[in-house]
C-alpha cells in the first residue's frame, strides 16, 4: 500500500514570512490517465478540512494565490508565500490515484504562528 | 453552493450499531461519487470507504479496518447518504464526515457528527 509522509510534523512560522509543507508518497502518484491525484487540505481549530489545492498545483475556487501546490511523481511541496493568522491549523497531504486502497492521508503538518 | 449535513452520531457500546445519515444540497447527488473520512480525537483524517454513482455501478470501496463491519449506501430519491456501522470497537470513536468526491479528491465536507464507543 501507498504510505503518505509529510515533514515537519510542526512548523512555527512568524507572521508575514513563507512556509513550506514537504509531502511523500511511497509508491508514484500518476493516475494510468496521465493525471497525479495529490492533493491539500488545511483544517483551522476546530472546522472540517478544507481543500486547497487539487492535481498537486490547481487551486480550489475562493483559494488565495498566497497557497501553491508543486511536485511530481513521489515528492510534493505545499507553500504558503506569507504567512497569516488565518493559516493556522494542520495541514494534510492526500493521495488518491491507487485504488481499492482509496484516500491516503499524510499525518499532518501543525502550523502555528512563533 | 454545495451543503452536506451528518447526523446520527452519539454514544454506543462496544459490539454495538449506528447508522449515520449525511444530506446532500447544491450539486445533482445522484451523478456524485461519496466518501466517508473520519479523525479521532486529536488525531489525522482516515478514509472509510466510498460509493459510486449508481449509473457507474454505485459499487462502494473499503478501508482495511472497517471493511466487513461497515456498508455504505445511499438513497438518491433523498439525497441522502448513509454509513451503517455494526460490530463497533473503542478504536471507531471519531468524527464522522461525508465528503464529495471531485478529481479523485475529498473535495467537500460536512461539519461532522461525533460518534463514541464506550462501556
Known amino acids: 500500500d501507498v504510505v503518505m509522509t509529510q515533514s515537519p510534523l510542526s512548523l512555527p512560522v512568524t507572521l508575514g514570512q513563507p512556509a513550506s509543507i514537504s509531502c511523500r508518497s511511497s509508491?508514484?502518484?500518476?493516475?494510468?490517465?496521465?493525471?497525479?491525484?495529490l492533493s491539500w487540505f488545511q483544517q483551522r481549530p476546530g472546522q472540517s478540512p478544507r481543500r486547497l489545492i487539487y492535481?498537486?498545483?490547481n487551486r480550489d475556487s475562493g483559494v488565495p494565490d498566497t497557497f501553491s501546490g508543486s511536485g511530481s511523481g513521489t515528492d510534493f511541496t505545499l507553500k504558503i508565500s506569507r504567512v497569516e493568522a488565518e493559516h493556522v491549523g494542520v495541514y494534510y497531504c492526500?493521495?488518491?490515484?491507487?485504488?481499492?486502497?482509496?484516500?491516503?492521508f499524510g499525518p499532518g503538518t501543525k502550523v502555528d504562528i512563533k | 453552493e454545495v451543503h452536506l449535513v451528518e447526523s446520527g452520531g452519539g454514544l454506543v457500546k462496544p459490539g454495538g450499531s449506528l447508522r449515520l445519515s449525511c444530506v446532500v444540497s447544491?450539486?445533482?447527488?445522484?451523478?456524485?461519487?461519496m466518501s466517508w473520512v473520519r479523525q479521532a480525537p486529536g488525531k489525522g483524517l482516515e478514509w472509510v470507504g466510498r460509493?459510486?454513482?449508481?449509473?457507474?455501478?454505485?459499487?462502494?470501496d473499503y478501508a482495511a479496518p472497517v471493511k466487513g463491519r461497515f456498508t455504505i449506501s445511499r438513497d438518491d430519491s433523498k439525497n441522502t447518504l448513509f454509513l451503517q456501522m455494526n460490530s463497533l470497537e473503542t478504536e471507531d470513536t471519531a468524527v464522522y464526515y461525508c465528503?464529495?468526491?471531485?478529481?479523485?479528491?475529498?473535495?467537500?465536507w460536512g461539519q461532522g457528527t461525533l460518534v463514541t464507543v464506550s462501556s
Open positions: 465528503t464529495t468526491f471531485g478529481d479523485l479528491s475529498p473535495d467537500y
Open positions: 447544491g450539486f445533482t447527488f445522484s451523478n456524485a461519487w
Open positions: 460509493i459510486k454513482s449508481k449509473i457507474d455501478g454505485g459499487t462502494t
Open positions: 509508491q508514484s502518484l500518476v493516475y494510468s490517465d496521465g493525471n497525479t491525484y
Open positions: 492535481r498537486v498545483s
Open positions: 492526500v493521495q488518491g490515484t491507487h485504488w481499492p486502497q482509496g484516500f491516503t
